[in-house]
């Protein structure tokens, strides 16, 4: 069969085949050790599941607005206002099946061929596919751990022409965990303001920041760069609901508009019990993601030195997420492979751990380790690591 041009030239996600091989693994007896998850291992907070319960019983099973219901926006809006001080108005939110969603009707709405959106590397895997899909070109910007993986206006100065359209900036990130501070975000607002350059801040990680790290949103900076901004967040990770898909973006009233014709073309609104319950995320108690955090930090702390005990790999330490992202280049080597997504595969098959090569991120030679699985599992995994590398050395 002769498919479409525009799905040759995107790669399936790297982070969910990794995850379906162990499960393959898994299914076949073997005791694997999973490091790929995208997702906190915590049960969505009672208080969420109630109110879902309640929605379905009173009836609540029918389509809804595309964009939302005007009681979710509210509960949107009063959050954007709690944590950042922001004033949106309802047609400025557009709520979808989850961020990545809502971030591919971005793309569909923004995008005319050729138009290239800045995407710091090492990225999240879809942002590329995404704009891909839409016509667009990605367009990298290769950061260092030097810097701490983040970007610089003389970056953004050497990967601007006249098509550049929009940037992706991630914060916390997914793969590293660096988190932008005030001082680092205010010149690329500036120089984004200064050529007309729309910001995307995927913002998705906003809740899970540790040892003393703080969350800013780029938005925050003025109400020209908000202007200029599309605030891209969601409950996935906040609130534990990866599968409830609920992902939402704040942005222009106008660039919202056009987001929902796409969806009212496509997907309709999302899952009406999953909006009720996002209401609730969002309304009610906030204690349960404290400890989700207290949970994650615990883990990194104890995890991230043994990781950086292990010969031949440097990482920086995250200052959020739930990911570790090591380079292992040396590490590799000195085990005697030719690249790092052949010692990833060895070491599943060897010793059942299973981690994300760097490559779908834009960065060969690391591999993204998640910390979303509990301590205890953590331990077994750097035992086994452990294990795989002094065997090949
Ligand atoms: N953005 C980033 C950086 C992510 O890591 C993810 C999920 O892994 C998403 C967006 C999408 O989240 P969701 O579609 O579950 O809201």
């Known amino acids: 069969m002769q498919l479409a041009k525009r799905v040759e030239t995107i790669t399936p996600s790297s982070t969910l085949a990794i995850t379906a091989k162990a499960g393959e693994l898994k299914a076949q007896g073997y005791d694997v050790i999973g490091l790929g998850a995208g997702q906190p291992d915590f049960n969505t907070p009672d208080y969420i599941i109630d109110a879902a319960m309640e929605a379905v019983k009173a009836g609540h099973t029918k389509y809804t607005p595309t964009a939302g219901l005007p009681e979710l926006k509210e509960a949107i809006i009063g959050k954007l206002k709690r944590d950042q001080g922001f004033t949106y108005d309802k047609s400025q939110i557009i709520v979808g099946n989850g961020a990545k969603h809502v971030l591919y009707l971005l793309f569909q709405a923004l995008l005319n061929p050729g138009d290239e959106v800045i995407i710091p590397a090492p990225f999240w895997v879809s942002y590329p596919e995404q704009v891909k899909l839409a016509g667009g070109v990605p367009v990298e910007i290769t950061t260092t751990e030097l810097n701490h993986f983040k970007i610089s206006v003389e970056d953004l100065e050497g990967a601007t022409t006249s098509r550049t359209k929009a940037l992706i900036l991630n914060s916390p990130s997914n793969p590293t965990g660096m988190i932008y501070s005030k001082e680092e975000l205010e010149p690329i607002a500036d120089y984004?303001?200064?050529?007309?350059?729309?910001?995307?801040?995927?913002?998705?990680?906003?809740?899970?920041?540790?040892?003393g790290n703080q969350f800013y949103s780029i938005a925050?900076?003025?109400?020209?760069?908000?202007?200029?901004?599309?605030?891209?967040?969601?409950?996935?990770?906040?609130?534990?609901?990866?599968?409830?898909?609920?992902?939402?973006?704040?942005?222009?009233?106008?660039?919202?508009?056009?987001?929902?014709?796409?969806?009212?073309?496509?997907?309709?609104?999302?899952?009406?019990?999953?909006?009720?319950?996002?209401?609730?995320?969002?309304?009610?108690?906030?204690?349960?993601?404290?400890?989700?955090?207290?949970?994650?930090?615990?883990?990194?702390n104890e995890v991230y030195p043994r990781l950086t005990a292990l010969p031949g790999v440097t990482c920086v330490k995250p200052q959020g997420a739930f990911y570790l992202f090591p380079n292992i280049q040396k590490t590799s080597d000195a085990c005697g492979f030719s690249q790092v997504t052949d010692w990833v595969a060895a070491l599943l098959d060897e010793e059942k751990v299973a981690v994300v090569p760097g490559a779908g991120f834009g960065m060969p030679e690391y591999i993204r380790l998640s910390y979303a699985t509990s301590l205890e599992n953590l331990n077994h995994a750097l035992d086994r690591i452990e294990h795989f590398i002094t065997n090949h050395m």
């Not at 910001?199 to 899970?208: A, G, Q, V, W």
């Not at 909006?275 to 969002?282: D, E, L, S």
């Open 220 to 300: 925050q900076l003025s109400e020209n760069v908000k202007a200029q901004t599309v605030v891209i967040n969601g409950v996935s990770k906040s609130h534990s609901m990866t599968g409830w898909r609920i992902g939402y973006a704040a942005a222009d009233a106008q660039l919202v508009k056009a987001m929902t014709n796409v969806a009212s073309h496509s997907t309709s609104n999302p899952a009406s019990v999953s909006q009720y319950a996002t209401i609730a995320a969002y309304n009610g108690p906030q204690e349960s993601i404290e400890k989700m955090r207290q949970a994650f930090e615990k883990r990194l």
């Open 192 to 211: 984004c303001l200064k050529h007309d350059i729309l910001i995307i801040s995927d913002e998705i990680y906003e809740k899970l920041v540790y040892n």
